[in-house]
């Protein structure tokens, strides 16, 4: 009863139990069968048995090998063999998500080997972007570094396959570009640096069809522009550089490094067209572009030009200044030389340009000095190809002077020192004007060059020369003296001299002779000398002056005075013509009245005369014959002595002076009357009236 009640006991709870176990191996069987997959999650799946061994050297397996299976499976439910559990084991694995600006660097993992020589492995359709793995192995995918690139998404991919890169895409900004360098692809052609424009790329993103299309390994001839690009990285490295940037008033020079090869008689190379300012390195090859200078040269703005391909320098513009031209000596055109017409201009060797080419005055279009020069303004001018020279056609002037030579003034040089016939050293400073006419400014850029030349080689040792001689030939004292004359001279023999050289002299100045100090003292003294004789002679004058001031002074103080005496005296003379007429009138009355008397009076005369001239007449008769009676001595006596008693002769002198000795006062009275009686008569013995 007890054994029965017992077993009774125990049977239910055995079928429980296995009815447990059997559930749990249900449950067991049913979670390994069964897999569930995140949203963003994948599957991989390794089978263990009950297939075919993977071959030899594969990682991965198909779905009838052993071994990590190629396939994955994606978000959901999956139900894996119900029939058969435990057959498959899973792991899962996070999506690969590729950014907005990354770019997903596939390498297969498994696959057919890479063909010597190759980097990467050909590109293949059908593996939906590497996510059906099976597919990938069974269409021929090799192993290694895939070409292709993932783009931003979300892949399903199996990591035990392929394993997944993610790096940023190439962004190039403004101003910049992208120099590619590719790691795979056909060798270079001998003779060029750059690989060789290649079509289909798409700015090398394609790197399939850049292999397939020819793409050769090494520097590309193509560059990238500003942007964004998703280029494999490990099939092209590229280098971020900066685009030329041409500011204002710049120009800049091109230099290529790969083209045909530059002509041995050639300096720059020639101009090409359609290469869009050097912009298509391979527009620039394919229309025959030189290796080396290039004529064409960009002007201001931005370019986008392989420094790979091309150098470029900066360089200033041409600026010609108002008094100036520019003469420009051209590098390339046709050779005159090769022209009978500029035979006659050939110079000598040492008036070559360079070696090899003569200097020639040429028109445009030919190599040398151009004819026509370049007048003031700004001018855009390739100096590879054309040397400007700029001349000045305003006055120039060059001293010879204390403080020449230095670096501040170029064109001064220290005061020539000279020395004189009679062996003193004399310092003379010079002053030269010189002047260029603008038509002549190619002549003379052909004969010396330059203006420095010009200065430097010409015109200073012929100033030098020119004052040495003539000092040679005078004595120091004279050669001042005659500065005049020695400045003539030089400027004279200065025009002369520049004349061959096109070069027109305005004039040559002497500015300061300096002689020795005996020297020159002693025609310091002499200069003193005569400046003292002339301050004497100045203040000589200057003392005439002052008396004829001083009498000019007198005279105005007295001007009222002779104001009024001239003014009397036209007084005077009014009276004295009125006087005069009064005394005419008066005359003329009074010479009618005389007239009458002077006429009576004449009557009155006459007889008188005549009475007298009758009583003379008797008179000298009676005086005739008494002489002839008489004598002539005894009649004067006797005519003296009458007088004497009339009273009408003085006998006696109103003063006598009488000697000591006795008896001279009667001799003097015997003398004095037998003079008398002689008829002769002495001083101091007058007649009476």
């Known amino acids: 009863m007890g054994t029965h009640t017992a077993a009774l006991a125990f049977s239910p ?36 048995w009950f297939g075919a061994p993977m071959p030899g050297g594969r990682v991965v397996a198909m779905g009838d090998e052993i071994g990590i299976q190629a396939r994955i499976l994606g978000p959901g439910l999956h139900v894996l063999m119900p029939l058969i559990p435990f057959l498959y084991k899973v792991a899962k694995a996070p999506m690969v998500t590729i950014d907005e600006n990354e770019i997903g660097l596939i390498e297969a993992i498994d696959g057919i080997p890479l063909k010597p020589g190759r980097i990467f492995a050909r590109a293949l359709e059908g593996h939906n972007h590497y996510q059906d793995g099976e597919a990938f192995l069974e269409n021929g995918g090799e192993k290694g570094p895939q070409i292709n690139v993932l783009t931003p998404g979300i892949y399903r991919i199996n990591p035990y396959l392929f394993r997944v890169e993610r790096v940023t895409q190439v ?27 290649t079509a289909g790329h798409s700015n090398f993103q394609a790197g399939q069809l850049f292999l397939e299309n020819g793409g050769q390994k090494g520097p590309q001839i193509d560059i990238l522009l500003p942007g964004t690009y998703r280029i494999n990285p ?28 530059l002509p041995p008689s050639e300096y720059v190379a020639q101009s090409v067209t359609k290469h869009a300012d050097f912009q298509d390195a391979a527009a620039f090859l394919g229309n025959g572009g030189q290796r080396g200078p290039q004529l064409d040269f960009l002007r201001p703005g931005t370019y986008y030009i392989n420094p790979l391909m ?12 108002r008094g ?16 009978p017409a500029y035979q006659a201009q050939k110079n000598s060797t040492a008036d070559r340009l360079r070696p090899g080419v003569e200097r020639y005055v040429v028109e445009s279009g030919y190599r040398g000095i151009q004819k026509e020069v370049l007048g003031p303004g700004t001018y855009y001018l390739n100096k590879l190809a054309y040397t400007p ?42 002053k030269v004007i010189l002047r260029v006419q603008p038509e002549q400014a190619p002549h003379m850029v052909a004969r010396i060059g330059t203006i420095d030349a010009l200065v430097e080689h010409v015109i200073h040792p012929l100033i030098d020369s ?91 103080d007295l001007q009222p005075n ?104 009667s001799n003097m009275l015997a003398a004095f009357m037998a003079c008398m009686m002689l008829g002769g008569q002495k001083p101091g013995i007058a007649p009476k009236n």
């Not at 139990?17 to 449950?27: G, H, K, M, T, Y």
């Not at 992208?178 to 690989?195: C, E, K, M, S, Y």
């Not at 670096?407 to 400073?429: C, H, W, Y």
Request: net charge negative; aromatic share 4%; hydrophobic share 45%.
């Open 562 to 665: 002779l104001v009024k005496a001239e003014i009397d005296v036209q007084i005077a003379q009014q009276q004295k013509q009125q006087q005069v007429i009064l005394a005419e009138g008066k005359g003329q009355s009074t010479r009618l009245e005389q007239m009458g008397i002077a006429a009576g009076v004449e009557a009155v005369g006459k007889a008188e005369g005549e009475k007298i001239r009758a009583i003379g007449q008797a008179t000298a008769e009676a005086y005739t014959r008494q002489a002839e009676a008489l004598g002539q001595q005894p009649l004067s006596m006797i005519e003296i002595m009458k007088q004497i008693s009339e009273g009408k002769v003085k006998i006696t002198p109103d003063i006598l002076v009488q000697g000591g000795e006795e008896g001279s006062g």
């Open 13 to 48: 709870s055995w079928g429980t139990f296995w009815l447990i176990v059997v559930i749990v191996i249900a449950l067991i069987c049913v979670y390994n069968t069964i897999v569930v997959v995140g949203g963003d999650q994948i599957a991989v799946l390794e089978r263990r």
């Open 389 to 430: 020279h700029i001349i000045p056609t305003t006055n120039m002037t060059i001293d010879w002077a204390d403080g020449g030579g230095s670096v501040k003034a170029p064109r001064a040089f220290n005061p020539l020192a000279i020395v004189s016939k009679d062996g003193f050293e004399m310092t003379i400073e010079v």
């Open 466 to 556: 020119s004052f040495r001689n003539q000092a040679s030939s005078s004595e120091a004292m004279k050669f001042m003296q005659d500065r005049h004359e020695e400045q003539r001279k030089a400027e004279q023999h200065i025009v002369e001299e520049l004349t061959k050289y096109h070069v027109e002299c305005v004039s040559v100045l002497i500015c300061q002779i300096k002689l020795p100090e005996r020297l020159m003292q002693t025609l310091t003294d002499k200069v003193v000398a005569i400046q003292q004789m002339s301050m004497y002679d100045a203040q000589q004058e200057a003392e005439g002056r002052r008396r004829e001031m001083e009498k000019t002074r007198a005279q105005a």
């Open 171 to 197: 962004s190039i900004a403004n101003n910049k570009i992208g120099v590619v360098v590719a790691t795979d692809g056909a060798p270079i052609a001998h003779g060029r640096l750059l690989g060789q424009c």
């Open 234 to 261: 490990k099939l092209f490295e590229v280098t971020i550089r900066d685009a030329i940037v041409i500011p204002a008033k710049k120009i800049g020079l091109v230099v290529a490094k790969d083209g045909a090869p």
């Open 310 to 321: 091309f150098d470029v320098t900066l360089d200033e513009v041409l600026f010609v200044q």
């Open 324 to 339: 100036e031209v520019a003469v420009v000596v051209s590098n390339i055109g046709k050779d005159p030389s090769l022209d």
